[in-house]
């Protein structure tokens, strides 16, 4: 499997296409719809959400909607097209984002340029193909979800993500209720108070993190034969791929416990088995374990300031401020669903590593064979 | 430029390989070997450790010492081989360990198996590469360097690693004399009474965190061609792949900081651009910007323990106690090494597909050239 | 570099990706329209090219029309949509094409599924990513051209090809003014007298074959890292993947001839290096050797025939014959321009591979400056 | 699933590795070691065919005996070692050998470094890969076989192979005692005759033809879902890396014939889906069909010449004779293996991606699931 992600951030569209699906499964355009939508709202984001009302169509690999085997691909449409005259270049680089890097490394001088690839314009691309992903994994029983854990200061505490593990659709209830994104009504109106007082009225932007878990993952997903290509590599990979990512864990993030206290105990229960905790978030030497899997991503704050930073003149070599460029104060909500949407692209590819690439059918036939078996 | 590792814990030999490298780079195999005896070394490694001393052969793709732009192969010996009685099958995982998920995925019976792939034997094939990628990155003036940032719950304050960005040379000394290359000298006893105390005592294992720094490395390496293979991206893969790492950070971690604090400004000084700070550890838009990279690593304690944990028989369906075997308490100062050859190979990457696949010589040519226009 | 092809025969639009263009590209739209007419003409082609003038359009990965580093992605509409009734399935495979052996992988009913993806609709983005190419080439002065060298049992004599390459620039205003792509006009004729005889009046196809050129390639692109991956390898692959044919030659057909009658001397005239002959077809060990690159590419007939053969019902098991669907007679004069798109591609990746993916300012500047020297 | 190729002509070793073979494959080294004698036997061939008797060993990647999931490593001892002094450097370029090639892509001046990339010497390797692949193939009673066509003037008749395929048993029997791979007494006398008269005699090389087929082979192995990457584009790939291969051709070779006598009519016979022909050589669009697949790859005389042609020293800018160095004649008796080899990994890359990679049992459990219904 391999996807492919373009278009330009102001260009007429944008493009996604996935290689490698298996024919026969139905696709839901208003699914990855709903999924653009949860992409587009959240407290703290910008103008241009406004403008865009996100549309996927599938233009190609499907018949009657469902598909063929040839190569999927999407598109949605750029509403909040070309708002940029070439012919009025840009020279001043905003600290934090692309544009410095991009002309160092392309060497075209007009900064705007770097833009179209660098904003995060692209994660609808991400969202729409990981919802296809998404709907491919509900023929195997597996579900994603995402919280925000952190905006700001201001976080839920470790311990609730236990309690939501319990009972995944109470929460997902409430946190689809909460502007931010967070299952914990106190927490989540501290957050809001937060982007108030430390975004909005400082005209400065704030990160955070958010904790992405896919349930009901069978053992045995990944693979060793290249150790630079696990389980674990690949979220690596992904997740750190996502724009102002600079961080992803997987599992419990306190390695001050000492080993006896980290790993987590088999136990054999109802004949089944189980394990005590769940520290290793899934995944043990790169390979899914049949527990939950967990990763949490660390955001920084995103790069555009209404109150901009020094910069320079790449072109007059003058010291100045960096420009203003619309933009979202807080993306956390937001990227909720992308999270989700990156971990489903990982385990559809997994799915179809270990079972093979003709037909959903024969695929989920061949999946529930080998687990209904010793296990 | 692709690279390989292959090789069984316990079998004769361990391979790595190395394909479009360019011609012309002479290889100093003492300086793998220099490498691969950090591997082995650090307060808190077991037996085997003493028993191998591991000694690199390249045996392809040199000619007089001298690189060809054939693939590079090199092997090292297993001094510590085949322990294990293949006619004694184990049946009882080990919790952390990839026992389960190996049988999960591959389900043949005898779990010993696994552990040819999952043990972290095969590092030192990722050392031995990378070390022939610092060699190449001698030519660039880049250099790489780590530090034990913290183990168990001892940790360097994070404002001690912007001390030691002023005076590398000198830091690096005193890492490689502390038996936990941790390069200050109060939280490296410190760290040693944590593994006396939290560990041997204990019979248990510690994990903890490395930060890995590379310097005068040029901005504009990398790429957005492919958003989901840039620089941080790979950082995100290849860190991950490491064995124990449960999570990766690029530049500063503290992501509560809002926007204006978190960016780095530009300033131009005596004609050169330049950062009033480093948060974004040296890349920005999954390219690099010019300044140090910074990665911090964090490694789960290591899963083999001398008390064992709670654990089934796969075959009679019994709780019992995971099997002990021979293992290290710590890793965490072996592992410096690993992680500095592991960025080595990326910047390496990054050099090849940016500057030309053919000589080095040639190579270098275009990069000085490129950077000493217009910078 | 990477290129990516998707799109159903009858959707909307057909959609090609290319990954890894060096910025800096300017992108001349009519002169890939050229290509695309060039495509669609040629004595014996059916109605379809009547209705479809294909027009292509970059909708991504260019400023102001010259390519920014970021994935060209192109797009052509299709004319000549959906002419089929989903819910009219077809259950009778025709002989030659892609029905039975798509039905066989990916087990879906309806054979019309399998035509979208093996129909040779898609070689128009094939010829728009290649003409990309050939704009890129120009600036490293390497050209390319095809000529049909036979149709049925009419053939150009090989002799007549080595003419060819004396006059380049004469033979494809030649070729150009022939309705078969013949640039000699006895020969010329005869292929229409016997695509009327032969293929028209008996209501059935004819095949033939193609001779393809690149002349300015210098010696030394490609590499030998990976030996399954050179330039004769990639050859092997693009032409062989290119719909109907079904073999594929490299410089001089004739291996009956004794190696000291079949290499290709070497001599110095006025202090060049230069050939006496040209039979390696300008790829020795599987690397360029700067001599013209000549590649024959053997089509069979067509697979859909008005006077259908027998066939079966896959359904109801029974003997029939297989179903006539619109198509063409011969598209051996359609396909010079899509074999002279798929060499050029070829190179192009060869010259990012060996220079760089950066500016293509850059990689001219190195291209030019490595072949001043010592050459 | 992914091979690699390494190892210097001249060095102390050859390597090859197979990434993402499934467990629970025997591999028999015994089998491997019969088809490396193949690969050195033969009429025509030189001195240091004599020299090495080539012995595998597995060295990672198996528990006795038995894959594991883990790359599978070979190595091959090279027992003609060095016989170059890496002091004495040569500067005249060999026609039709790689020597100038490599010169003028990789700029190191000692045109004997490139002899050890570009000697023929790693088709032991693609050998020993491909000879796994066959015990793979076992498993799912597919079995692949080539015959020497052509050698020279002389030629096998094209009906000749129609024989074969009734027969199979009977030709490889008949193949393995003629001492040119060719199963017909007469024409193998007339070969021989040929290599005496018009090869050994005049100090020259022959060239030639071979037919490899692959029998038992289901339909619908391989992908659309990459167009460029289809199983005769594969096909095209792999035999034209084969050293010396000029030409690659799908079944039928005489395009000249109309498509309705050129393609394969259907016809249920006792309700079994067959063909009255096979022309298509088992592949159609790219898929097999489940007929017979047949390759025919033509080799060019080698380059290696007892009486050299001319040539020119790269140092001096002197027109010279082209060095000897010790060689064979005549390769096509040693290349059937080789090429049986390689179809054998194009078909066992297609069972794992089709059908999984996990565990031989589950994949032929799956592999004859699919094809137990509705064929």
Same mark, same amino acid.
């Given at each position: 499997m391999e996807i492919k992600i373009a278009g330009d951030s102001h260009g007429? =569209?944008?493009? +996604?296409?996935? %290689?490698? $699906?298996?024919?026969?499964?139905? $696709?839901d355009e208003q699914k990855i719809n709903d999924n653009l939508r949860r992409r587009q709202l959240g407290y703290g984001r910008g103008e241009r959400m406004k403008i865009e009302t996100d549309q996927?169509?599938?233009?190609?690999?499907?018949?009657? +909607?469902?598909?063929?085997?040839?190569?999927?691909?999407?598109?949605? %449409? #750029? =509403?909040?097209? &070309?708002? $940029? &005259?070439?012919? /009025?270049?840009r020279h001043v680089p905003r600290p934090g984002h692309g544009d410095y890097t991009g002309w160092s490394k392309y060497r075209l001088t007009d900064l705007n340029i770097y833009t179209e690839r660098n904003s995060a314009r692209w994660t609808c691309v991400l969202t729409a193909l990981g919802s296809i992903a998404e709907q491919f994994l509900d023929h195997f029983s597996i579900e994603i979800m995402s919280f925000v854990s952190s905006i700001g200061s201001i976080c839920v505490e470790n311990s609730m993500f236990e309690e939501i593990q319990? &009972?995944? /659709?109470? @929460?997902?209830? =409430?946190?689809?209720?909460?502007p931010v994104q967070c299952p914990f009504d106190d927490v989540s109106e501290r957050m809001i108070e937060e982007i108030n007082e430390k975004a909005l009225k400082q005209d400065t932007t704030l990160g955070g993190s958010i904790k992405t878990f896919a349930i009901n993952?069978? *053992?045995?997903? +990944?693979s060793y034969a290249n150790v630079l290509n696990r389980v674990d590599s690949k979220i690596g990979k992904y997740f750190m791929s996502i724009p102002s990512v600079k961080g992803v864990f997987i599992g419990l993030e306190d390695v001050s416990l000492p080993g006896n206290q980290y790993h987590d105990p088999f136990i054999l229960q109802n004949g089944k088995i189980n394990r005590t905790s769940n520290h290793a978030g899934g995944i043990e030497a790169g390979i899914t374990n049949g527990e939950n899997i967990i990763v949490t991503t660390y955001f920084k704050p995103i790069s555009t300031l209404a109150k901009p930073l020094d910069s320079i003149n790449?072109?007059? =070599? %003058? #010291?100045?401020?960096? *420009? @203003?460029i619309r933009s979202d104060s807080?993306?956390? *909500?937001?990227?909720?669903?992308?999270? %989700?949407c990156t971990l489903a692209l990982i385990l559809m590819e997994e799915i179809i590593d270990g079972f093979g690439n003709d037909n959903i059918e024969l695929i989920k036939e061949r999946y529930f064979s080998k687990y209904s078996k010793n296990n």
């Open positions: 007429t =569209k944008m493009i +996604g296409l996935i %290689e490698e $699906i298996p024919a026969g499964l139905k $696709i996927v169509q599938v233009i190609a690999g499907t018949w009657n +909607g469902v598909t063929t085997g040839a190569p999927v691909v999407i598109e949605i %449409e #750029n =509403k909040a097209r &070309n708002p $940029i &005259n070439t012919n /009025d270049q319990r &009972n995944f /659709d109470f @929460y997902i209830q =409430k946190r689809d209720a909460s993952v069978q *053992p045995g997903l +990944g790449l072109e007059t =070599k %003058e #010291n100045v401020k960096a *420009p @203003y807080v993306i956390l *909500p937001a990227a909720t669903v992308i999270t %989700e």
